[in-house]
């Protein structure tokens, strides 16, 4: 008679088996030890990444970032010639926000002084890179049949990326000084937005919330609600695609892949 | 990498500050339900106000909730009295010059709080109530047919907690 059955040595089979297995893959005599997957050929060395920190420091110096994007984007959009006939009060208006930026962009980079850190006087390089070049490729495109009114709707979204930007960091700046600063030149860029809204869509009509009921796509609109929104920009530029469909870009405010941290520099 | 610290709750003292604040937004929201009733203004005109009195509504809703039961949820007098004078009559232009002076008022009070409340769950709220009322001002400036500079630049004062009541 059997003393057990066929489920125990089917169970205590597979115990032995792992056993095996465990023992093949654990360290061997006189076979040095990898701190990489076992591969073929060499490998490269660990890199490790500095170790960085969200200060107050770091969060000025990426708002001073912000205020050379919108500088230079009102630069770029001054030199392209486009604010002539209907859009020359809009050419006005862009040298006066221009001029506020610049305002603002010193303010900023005199606090990051005084608290010891490197001020900031460039644009900041992922925005550029994924926003303001990509935008600015679309308005210049030759097909863009109305490059001035695309240049209000992106300095308009530059506007309200900056009001949140100052919003936002409300709550991560320690110094309590230093969120009045901001919140005091983001009240400032909020009103760059409500003006340049009122360029695209003015008017009574343009001051609340609306939907365009030909395309049910919510019009721009100087209040956009109750509270400031922390929400992507979302903007449509340039010419149709041969679907009719235009280009669109979401714009957000900077995270930990475009904080201006202690060791970026413009150069 | 180390990152600020999370959102913190309102201190003892942030109590007061916001209870004012809530305070001053229902002043707010009791001058544009006067301003919107004027016959002064057309319907679409009115709908703008009424909006803005809706802004300032949810604004000393917010508030309150922040704070609960330590909420006054009456409006500040004097706030209310120092401006409801001015709406009245049927010179529009005066009327929404106003009210702008009146939400120019409110974003150098609330900025000044955002530099004295200790936690960020009130400065975060109150900075999203002054990108807002910013923008009514602006608004407003460009409804009456005001100057650029009249809808960029904000010359208000601070109103002070304790001091106007």
Redesign the interface.
């Known amino acids: 008679m059997n003393r057990y059955s066929r489920r125990q040595v089917l169970r205590f089979g597979g115990v032995g088996f792992a056993g095996v297995v465990l023992a093949a893959c654990g360290k061997q005599a006189n076979v040095p030890e990898s701190e990489n997957v076992v591969s073929v050929g060499d490998t490269p060395s660990k890199v490790t990444l500095p170790n960085v920190e969200v200060d107050d420091i770091v969060l000025l110096r990426t708002a001073a970032s912000l205020e050379y994007n919108a500088i230079d984007t009102y630069d770029a959009a001054i030199g392209l010639g486009v604010f002539n006939g209907a859009f020359m009060p809009a050419g006005e208006i862009a040298k006066r926000l221009r001029d506020d930026h610049k305002g603002h962009a010193d303010a900023i980079n005199g606090l990051i002084t005084k608290l010891g850190g490197e001020p900031f006087t460039c644009g900041n390089p992922r925005i550029n890179e994924v926003y303001i070049s990509p935008a600015l490729a679309l308005i210049t495109d030759e097909a863009n049949e109305n490059p001035p009114l695309d240049v209000v709707v992106l300095a308009h979204a530059l506007e309200n990326l900056a009001a949140q930007t100052y919003q936002g960091v409300v709550t991560m700046l320690s110094d309590k000084s230093l969120r009045q600063a901001a919140i005091t030149i983001g009240q400032d860029e909020a009103r760059h937005a409500a003006v340049l809204a009122q360029a695209l869509n003015p008017g009574l009509g343009g001051i609340l919330p609306s939907v365009n009921p030909d395309t049910g796509k919510a019009n721009v609109a100087a209040v956009p609600g109750a509270f400031g929104p922390l929400t992507p920009i979302n903007v449509t530029l340039g010419a149709p695609a041969a679907d009719g469909a235009r280009a669109s870009l979401n714009l957000e405010t900077p995270s930990l892949n475009s904080l201006i941290y202690a060791g970026v520099s413009c150069s | 990498?180390?990152?600020?610290?999370a959102?913190t709750p309102p201190s003892t003292a942030d109590v007061a500050l916001l209870a004012f604040a809530n305070a001053a937004e229902w002043a707010a929201r009791d001058l544009f339900a006067v301003a919107a009733a004027l016959p002064a203004f057309s319907s679409?005109?009115q709908?703008?106000l009424v909006?803005?009195h809706?802004?300032h509504r949810?604004?000393a809703q917010?508030l309150g909730g922040l704070i609960g039961a330590d909420a006054p949820n009456v409006r500040e007098d004097a706030v209310y009295n120092a401006f409801r004078s001015r709406l009245s009559g049927s010179d529009k232009g005066a009327i929404l010059d106003a009210l702008r002076e009146l939400e120019n008022t409110l974003?150098a009070t609330h900025?000044?709080l955002?530099?004295?409340?200790?936690g960020?769950a009130g400065?975060?709220?109150v900075?999203?109530?002054?990108?807002?009322?910013?923008?009514?001002?602006?608004?407003l400036a460009?409804?009456a047919g005001r100057s650029?500079d009249d809808?960029?630049v904000?010359e208000a004062i601070a109103l002070t907690p304790g001091a106007t009541s």
Not at chain 2, 114 to 118: E, H, P, Q, R, Y
């Open positions: 990498m180390s990152l600020p610290a959102t679409e005109e709908a703008v909006g803005f809706d802004h949810a604004a917010a974003v900025t000044s955002v530099g004295t409340l200790d960020t400065s975060s709220l900075a999203s109530i002054i990108t807002i009322q910013a923008r009514h001002a602006a608004s460009l409804l650029l809808a960029l904000n």
